[in-house]
């Protein structure tokens, strides 16, 4: 338990990624097609038939750790010192921590037809989301049991709860024009669990007694998890087996006003995950007095581990993916494009609302993003990006200031650099098209999608199309 709660707050402090890197949104970038399946991402005439990022980079990662246990959890990060003497006890404050990445391993895109515009693409991503409210006092009694006062019944302190997952998606990805405005797109995919835990402890009390040198601890909850230690995850746990599977999908649309308006609206990673391989799902309702607690820290922390461990079941179950509803608008003025985004998590808590200004000159651009998370963090973005028809270059963060102070206090091992919440983003990408030129029909004699087999109504005419009256 401990093991696994420090884990998580360790990777919020030291900048793992819960934003989605929206000023990728509308620039037709492979990211941008991947994630927004409506869109394109060649261009006639310019763009290769082709497109992947060779396994380069291509990721974005984000965290925030917000609460009264700020101070504690940067002089983790940045010192490698765990020192909870900062929280205040036994006043019932709750910590926030959010997390998520989405890491594209491998990428490969392709110019299907040009009748419709319509593009096909194969991904495999590793992607992962957390969200964890604990209390002070959760961190502080793995510390030392001496933070509490003796002779006191304490109820409540420890009640927690919260959920990490993380998991491959090798998907599949479609898009095809319905008009000259209007365009359709998909995203199926399969899934392989790789790491799974959610923990609600609902009630919860301490008495400590200094006479008999013991303590009293009442944890009454639910635990579920693919993994009862950290030392069970080795290298295999990180290669799709699918011994864990799930499935998603996702649909968007997108639709350019005669005014120039981009509209786009997508759901996304609509899914689940069957886990069922070392899988416990745990029902926690006991006392437990801990003897001998004087200069014996590390007794009481495994004794307390030990509550969830003797109490394991062995249970398969079903998890939802973090499915989400986006909405993103945008219009360009000469060098200049503002782009209001609007996302929201439609099972787990969370969701963003950010402002994107784009400044483009020639092949570059800057962006500088303010954003609300709706777990109440605002957080500035800043990206560069460097693009023509047949290459990318991105990489920016989602969370400016958080992360130039993480990274100058973890240069200076000092945690007294820095100030608000805990978080770090960053995020990059580098895409490459090759093969033949896409051209259009006036410019070549073959083409795809003309005068080939796949000559025809596009899938989402043919599909909507049963709708029809004959």
């Not at 006991?286 to 030990?306: A, G, L, P, R």
């Amino acid at each position: 338990m401990k093991k696994l709660l420090l884990a998580l707050l360790a990777i919020a402090s030291f900048g793992i990624a819960n934003a989605q890197q929206y000023a990728l949104f509308g620039t037709k970038t492979m990211f941008d097609a991947f994630e927004n399946p409506s869109q394109k991402s060649f261009t006639l005439d310019s763009s290769r038939k082709f497109s992947s990022n060779f396994f380069l980079p291509y990721f974005g990662t984000n965290a925030v750790n917000k609460g009264s246990s700020e101070f504690a959890v940067r002089k983790l990060a940045q010192e490698g010192v765990f020192d909870t003497r900062s929280l205040p006890i036994g006043t019932g404050e709750v910590n926030h921590f959010f997390e998520n990445s989405n890491i594209y391993v491998a990428t490969f895109r392709l110019f299907k037809s040009y009748k419709y515009q319509e593009e096909m693409g194969f991904s495999w991503q590793i992607r992962s989301d957390a969200h964890i409210d604990y209390t002070n006092e959760t961190l502080a009694i793995f510390d030392s049991f001496e933070r509490f006062d003796s002779n006191k019944l304490y109820t409540g302190i420890f009640d927690t709860k919260g959920y990490q997952q993380s998991y491959h998606q090798l998907s599949f990805t479609y898009r095809e024009n319905w008009n000259k405005r209007l365009a359709f797109g998909l995203k199926a995919s399969v899934l392989s669990g790789i790491l799974y835990n959610k923990l609600n402890i609902y009630d919860s009390k301490l008495y400590i007694d200094p006479e008999t040198d013991a303590l009293l601890i009442g944890l009454n909850g639910t635990y579920s998890a693919n993994f009862s230690d950290f030392n069970e995850i080795n290298k295999k746990n990180f290669f799709p087996n699918f011994k864990n599977p799930g499935l998603s999908f996702g649909f968007g649309t997108n639709y350019t006003t005669k005014k120039g308006l981009f509209l786009m609206a997508n759901i996304k990673d609509l899914g689940f995950i069957w886990w069922r391989s070392n899988t416990q799902r745990t029902t926690i309702v006991q006392s437990k007095i801990i003897e001998n607690i004087e200069n014996n820290q590390s007794n009481t922390n495994q004794q307390i581990q030990d509550i969830f461990l003797q109490a394991e079941e062995p249970k398969k179950f079903l998890a939802p993916t973090n499915a989400k509803f986006d909405f993103f608008m945008s219009k360009r003025y000469g060098f200049y494009k503002p782009a209001l985004a609007v996302s929201k998590n439609l099972f787990y808590k969370g969701g963003d609302v950010a402002f994107v200004n784009t400044f483009i000159v020639n092949d570059f651009s800057g962006s500088v993003t303010p954003l609300y998370n709706f777990n109440g963090v605002f957080m500035v973005g800043l990206q560069g990006k460097y693009q023509t028809p047949n290459f990318e270059l991105f990489m920016g963060t989602d969370n400016l200031v958080s992360t130039g102070y993480q990274t100058y206090g973890l240069i200076k091992k000092n945690a007294y650099t820095g100030r608000g919440p805990n978080g770090a983003s960053f995020y990059m990408g580098v895409g490459i098209k090759f093969g033949n030129v896409v051209n259009h029909p006036q410019f070549a004699d073959i083409i795809p999608g003309i005068n080939d087999k796949s000559d025809g109504d596009g899938f989402f005419k043919s599909l909507f199309s049963i709708f029809k009256r004959k």
